[in-house]
């Protein structure tokens, strides 16, 4: 059976896959039986032509090939060269897929689901956050002490303390009813700076400070809590 045969070039590939290297494995068609097995396919490829078929293959691995005299071709590629066309079987005639769906298939094939998207956005913002955390502590003074405050009763609970530097805060918290609180040094170069929580008014923040400016110690020092 001979008919006209409209075919266009939609794609053409450089370095294209080879074509039937064992021709056994090759199903040899004819155009009716290509256009129902291709039919679920928006395209496949025309891979050459050699003196006696047209040869034909899927994304799926399938091989096909069609008798000459059966088609005629307005142009045929030389079997092996390497070039591959897009092409698909309507109404019996060999045609271009239509554009407008290629297009939309190959965005599929390569977009993103909505979900990863925001996956992959969470994971920057989350990896982007604790770098930005890691740089701000980095960049913060480290904690030399740390004393707590409970029932009134100071507590040294990191760092080096002394019991002249507890009394003190014990002190101030029967003068200023304190029954809670926390207390922290902060190295700030050589020197100490404290740092007060909420609970401690500021009369008391200030009874503190005379008394480290007078006698605290520097950052550099080693002080223990001593028990007796």
Request: charged content about 20%; aromatic content about 8%.
């Amino acid at each position: 059976m001979r008919g006209a045969i409209s075919l266009s070039v939609v794609l053409a590939i450089a370095c294209g896959s080879s074509p039937a290297k064992d021709v056994a494995l090759v199903q040899q068609v004819t155009v009716p039986e290509l256009e129902r097995a291709t039919s679920q396919l928006v395209f496949f490829n025309y891979i050459g032509s050699d003196a006696d078929f047209h040869y034909f293959t899927t994304a799926h691995g399938d091989r096909y090939k069609v008798s000459r005299p059966e088609w005629e071709l307005p142009h045929t590629i030389p079997l092996g060269s390497g070039v591959q066309m897009f092409v698909s079987v309507r109404n019996g005639k060999l045609t271009v897929p239509d554009p407008e769906e290629l297009e939309g298939l190959f965005q599929d094939e390569t977009r993103q689901p909505p979900w990863m998207e925001w996956s992959i956005r969470c994971v920057v913002l989350l990896l982007g956050g604790t770098v930005a955390w890691g740089l701000w502590r980095a960049g913060q003074p480290r904690v030399v002490l740390v004393v707590r405050i409970g029932n009134g009763e100071p507590r040294a609970v990191a760092g080096a303390v002394t019991l002249a530097f507890l009394q003190q805060v014990r002190e101030m918290a029967t003068c200023h009813g304190v029954n809670s609180g926390r207390i922290r040094g902060r190295a700030d170069g050589t020197r100490i700076r404290l740092e007060f929580s909420r609970q401690i008014p500021d009369a008391g923040r200030q009874q503190l400070r005379n008394w480290w400016s007078e006698s605290g110690w520097s950052a550099g020092r080693q002080r223990r809590v001593r028990t007796g």
